[in-house]
């Protein structure tokens, strides 16, 4: 048996805070999630214990209380001299001892700090001013982060720059946009949002701001990708966060959060999975944003160069401003590509050979040329998202086999 930290299913009207006080009990091992009418996804077990526990309390309360009264009665009845002046004494401090715990539980309830507080949706604009007043630690984990998307990223940003310069640090885990839990969790959605893009936006967002911040605060913000089906979505700063658990069928955002202290058990839990998360095999923003590969041309010229890259579907596609100079220079047209990308970053390392996204890709058929066009720009379209407006030819990467002429069969985008 586990020991868990449950809440009472609670369904606050809108705008409504509503207060959660945890509950200690033993009970099978269980990750909350929504399940219906649970909306902080207690176990039925854990149910059962919460309504124990309080049963519990009430039973010793009145074995209290029956064993004072009985006191009383056998000292008004049957006691005499100091025997009855004691049975008095106890039972009256009993009776006492149990009034004022109730009155100071029901005062402490009333005036206490609140622990948890449970909010309909995420407040994004809350949160940003929260960061903006932060001053030592902020901490995001999320597949994608609402608090990045258009409508919300400038405010975020601000309250960032705000709390770096007061000297917080700021880490960011996001899921790996080009891995399977990206993909899988975009489908849980219907697409709506695209996932993967939304992440691949969110993460330019980043590196734009983190370049922009003075050398010297460069450091004090952290992006790392991960690459497992997140279980919790959470937003910290310095001593009390607001989080969220995994929703199948909504983005996280957009179920019932909670506001908690870092050192109740529940934000213990999270920030647990946070630190476990960060320190296991993560991909640094370094290898998101670039990778080393080593290209070979016929001439036998040879180049190591770092390659910018992203995926479109089941394609990967490279380029960069020393890969494009290289290949102008040597007039090359036919390479191949052998490189390793980061381990978990859902790309194959091997052999590839370049071949080059034109808009009339190569297709000598009048009638296929408004698609290559179409497929040329949608391409280009993925690259800006990833690395803003650019000129560079972008060249698909065909796997090494059967050799170049691989390249007119190469995949093509729906």
């Known amino acids: 048996m586990a020991r868990h930290f449950a809440y009472p299913a609670i369904d606050p009207k809108p705008g409504h805070r509503v ?76 009776l006492l001892l149990v009034g004022a715990g109730v009155l100071l539980d029901k005062a402490l309830t009333r005036f206490q700090v609140r622990e948890v507080e449970a909010l309909r949706n995420l407040d994004q604009n809350a949160v940003a001013e929260n960061f903006a007043a932060s001053h030592r630690q902020i901490d995001i984990l999320g597949g994608w982060s609402s608090l990045l998307t258009e409508r919300h990223a400038k ?75 997140p279980a919790v979505q959470a937003n910290r700063w310095d001593d009390k966060m607001v989080m969220a658990f995994l929703s199948p069928t909504r983005p996280t955002n ?60 089941n394609v990967t596609y490279v380029s960069g401003e020393e ?6 220079h040597h007039a090359l047209t036919e390479v191949r590509l052998t490189w390793a990308p980061a381990q978990n970053l859902g790309i194959s390392p091997g052999t590839y050979w370049l071949d080059r996204v034109t808009e009339s890709g190569g297709a000598t058929d009048e009638s296929a040329k408004p698609r290559a066009l179409q497929e040329a720009k949608r391409v280009r379209r993925h690259y800006e998202a990833k690395y803003g407006k650019s000129s560079l030819p972008i060249y698909r990467l065909i796997r090494d086999e059967p050799g170049p002429a691989a390249a007119t069969d190469a995949p093509t985008l729906d």
């Not at 720059?161 to 899921?175: E, F, H, M, Y």
């Open 323 to 328: 890969l494009s100079e290289w290949l102008d």
């Open 19 to 94: 207060v959660g006080r945890p509950a200690i009990i033993w009970s099978a091992p269980h990750l909350p999630g929504p399940e219906g009418d649970n909306p902080l996804g207690l176990s039925h077990w854990d149910q059962k214990g919460f309504r124990r526990h309080r049963r519990r309390q009430w039973m010793y309360i009145s074995v209290t209380v029956a064993l004072a009264a009985s006191m009383l009665v056998v000292a008004w009845r049957y006691g005499d001299g100091f025997a009855q002046n004691l049975l008095v004494e106890l039972g009256g401090g009993l």
């Open 155 to 229: 405010s975020t940003i601000d309250s960032l720059r705000s709390a770096i310069g007061k000297g917080a640090t700021v880490r960011v885990l996001l899921l790996n946009p080009y891995g399977d839990p990206a993909r899988i969790r975009s489908e849980e959605l219907g697409h709506n949002p695209n996932v993967p893009e939304e992440i691949v936006r969110q993460l330019r967002k980043l590196h734009e701001f983190s370049t922009e911040l003075p050398r010297d605060q460069r450091p004090r913000i952290v992006v790392r990708l991960y690459s497992t089906m």
């Open 254 to 313: 957009e179920t019932q959060q909670l506001e908690t202290f870092v050192s109740t058990p529940l934000a213990e839990f999270v920030i647990d999975k946070f630190e476990t998360i960060w320190n296991g095999a993560t991909i640094s923003f370094g290898e998101y944003m670039s990778t080393t590969g080593v290209l070979k041309g016929r001439n036998g010229s040879e180049l190591t160069s770092a390659l910018e890259y992203f995926r479109v579907g």
